[in-house]
């Protein structure tokens, strides 16, 4: 169900932003690029980027990495981030919402201190939770949403709760994605 909601947020993305490169006098809009310094697209996340979890089948330092997003629409109010596994599911390692329109990066192991409002991860945290996959090349994607308004959310929402709240408000995406193999 996660999945088809996801789905469903991400083609309502892309048509606002159709309609958005369209408005007379608006900025053009689209995809935005995400990239990072600490994993490149189609990389393998570090080390120590891995949860400490699961009675120590994964021991990292559970730092998210470091993100960079460029071009997003000039009329973006706030940012989310999140991070799903795509092998699992679509199981949520993050989710932070209302960045305020002026941050565009965060460095290595920010999402503690990011400003806005941390969601909960299907792990049951709040905030960063890394990879530790049981098996071989999972897929984990990187998202930044740019939205048209702050969203109504309370600390600690989980992703049904972002899902309702951004629709109609999400601008343009853009997506990094790496894999892991586990454990770590």
Do not use: K
């Amino acid at each position: 169900m996660r999945a088809s909601a996801l789905t469903a947020l991400v083609a309502l993305a892309l048509a606002g932003c159709a309609a958005s490169a369209t408005e007379p006098g608006g900025s053009s809009s689209g995809s935005i690029a995400l990239a990072s310094v600490d994993v490149a697209a189609g990389g393998v996340l570090p080390d120590w980027s891995t949860a400490s979890a699961f009675a120590g089948q994964c021991a990292g330092a559970n730092l998210s990495p470091a993100l960079a997003w460029y071009e997003a629409p000039g009329e973006s109010v706030t940012f989310a981030l999140t991070m799903t596994d795509q092998s699992a599911h679509d199981f949520v390692h993050w989710i932070h919402a209302n960045i305020p329109a002026d941050t565009t990066s965060i460095g290595r192991g920010a999402s503690a201190t990011l400003a806005g409002i941390a969601g909960t991860t299907d792990a049951g945290t709040t905030g960063y939770f890394g990879p530790c996959p049981p098996g071989p090349d999972h897929r984990y994607v990187f998202t930044v949403w740019a939205l048209d308004a702050p969203l109504d959310l309370p600390v600690g929402f989980r992703f049904a709760d972002f899902v309702s709240a951004a629709t109609g408000h999400v601008l343009a995406t853009g997506t990094l994605a790496a894999v892991r193999s586990g454990p770590a």
